[in-house]
């Protein structure tokens, strides 16, 4: 069974690692999250994967788990309006920085998940492409952000019904599109992604 496989806390043994990923690039709302996970060397946790291929219960259990055991954690956020203004890839960029920093232990390392990350901080990195089922520092980085953005969006559906964000956590899904078709744009809309471009409201 795929669960008993414990993917490695660490790279290097004695290094002080951060994994670090990011939920919520391909959404029409909402901001780009990201978090940044420091795991002991011994951490193992069965069915640890990427978020994705997870359920919520998965998911919450794991994220308990986590924040419990691990040596450091942080999310960090890029706002709508910072989005737009950066682009995605940038935003995501920086609330990848903002997770970084607001951890309270400083890593020697970091593990980013994909294939391109941009940074001031002056720490050595390295991508890894699909490192959220590779590496589980990555792995736990992916749940977190995306428990931690599931349940913000969850809670900004009640501000603003209407859109299925307790459902869709701000993906372009039918019942979103047509939100935006009906309702037209909230504040946490990304104006620049195209299905927000329609001059509905301003």
Request: aromatic share 6%; charged share 25%; net charge neutral.
């Amino acid at each position: 069974m795929r669960e008993e496989l414990l993917l490695p806390a660490r790279l290097k043994s004695g290094r002080i690692e951060a994994g670090v990923d990011e939920v919520g690039r391909g959404c029409l709302a909402g901001p780009v999250c990201s978090a940044a996970v420091i795991l002991p060397e011994d951490f193992a946790l069965p069915g640890l994967t990427d978020s994705k291929q997870l359920t919520r219960g998965q998911r919450e259990r794991m994220d308990l788990e986590i924040r419990a055991r691990a040596v450091a954690y942080a999310i960090g956020e890029a706002s709508p309006s910072e989005i737009d203004r950066l682009n995605i890839l940038g935003a995501t960029f920086l609330a990848m920085e903002r997770a970084i920093t607001a951890l309270s232990l400083e890593p020697e390392y970091l593990l980013v998940d994909g294939n391109r990350f941009r940074t001031t901080l002056g720490v050595p990195f390295e991508t890894i492409v699909g490192g959220d089922g590779r590496v589980a520092s990555i792995a736990a980085a992916s749940i977190l952000a995306k428990v931690h953005r599931d349940r913000l969006m969850a809670r900004l559906s009640e501000e603003y019904p209407g859109y299925g964000w307790e459902q869709n956590a701000g993906y372009g899904t039918r019942a979103h599109l047509m939100g935006i078709e009906e309702k037209g744009l909230t504040p946490y809309h990304r104006r620049s992604f195209r299905p927000c471009r329609k001059g509905l409201f301003d």
